[in-house]
């Protein structure tokens, strides 16, 4: 029995079966739709979620199998006071696997630890989100068709975005992959995330200024610069503006690009730009159903 | 000042002065019944000041574990009054309950009965880190 708390509980051969798995269910959904009949998914949701949430439990669905679970603490017995590992615990009595979102960076190890069913973290406050992870890889295979030789534009903030820090690691194994990495002075990449790149000599460059690196971009990953970052609301209005991508500055990107966001946007992309085939923000959001049933046919052991 | 040598058992020598009841406390020797002596400030040439603690009775316990309070004490094994053993303690791989996470937002925070384990992860720097959210131990 697996659990997948973060990327690293998976070798580089399993992420690319993983996503071997997926493009094969994009391509014969049919040949899926039976595999997990009888199983079922508790989604453990102590915080709300929109896509995550929905698209683990549509990919139960189109599994086959059957969900169960809550999507806020407050209508579990968390709100009691109960404990994670005692959750689990009962859970493990009436599921088959688990996929759990908790405010707390840690829970998902404690659930796994208590657990006697495969724990999937579906994000556990700002600390790991393995499956956005997968889901963004899919998205730049799909998109681009394959990981070598690409110039990847991350862009907000990369301080605190673990899910941009996971992703450069995720990414920096690849040859001839070049990372841009675009943010204001207070919110750029910690130190410890440009390990790898200079472990593995991968180039990088560092920018405050989006227009001026756009044209070299393949792929272009935005987040969101959020408020509460900021130790005072005149750098904040200073700088929120100069990354929001609208269409004025997309017509300085290439025709290829690729433009990503984890989602929820608020306007650091303008809604212009949805339309735009460069926009596979919401192709994304699909993507991450089909990397999720993937990832619970491989922890229910299911071969297909 | 004389105290009796011991029989057998162990003495943790080499323990920088003022640290010795912070050992006691770890290894939780309050709990024993044998003869034990904690020694604080003895002369040392090596030291100057140092705490020595002398325990006549074999420990069940990991003394490796000193090794994150100080890995230069020295452990010596006595039996039949013969010293057969003495080294120094590595850093354990995992501790448990000996520090506290302080990430206010790691799930030790608001789960009180969980303990509080932290692993190895550079022995050259001497960090460890929460096995839940994996912030950095602050001594």
Redesign the interface.
Known sequence: MRHIISMADLTVTEIDELIATSQDIIISPVKYREACRYKKLATLFFEPSTRTRLSFEAAMYELGGQVLGFSEASSSSAAKGE???DTIRTVCCYADIIAMR??????P??AATHASVPVINAG????NHPTQTLTDLLTIKLEKGRFEGLTVGLCGDLKFGRTVHSLVHAMCRYPGVRFVLVSPEELKVPSYVKIPLKEGSVPYEQNTDLVSVLPELDILYMTRVQRERFFNEDDYVRLKDSYILTPEKLAHAKAGLSIMHPLPRVNEISTEIDQDPRACYFRQALNGKFIRMALILKLLEVSV | MNIDSIKNGIVIDHIKAGQGMKVYDFLDLGKLNCSMAVIQNASSNKMGKKDIIKIDSALDVDLNALGYIDPNITINIIQDSVRVMKYHPELPETITNIIRCKNPRCITSTEQQLPHVFRLTDRQKDEYRCVYCESRASR
């Open positions: 404990s994670v590992a908790h405010p707390k960076e840690g829970a190890t404690v556990d406050g700002g600390h």
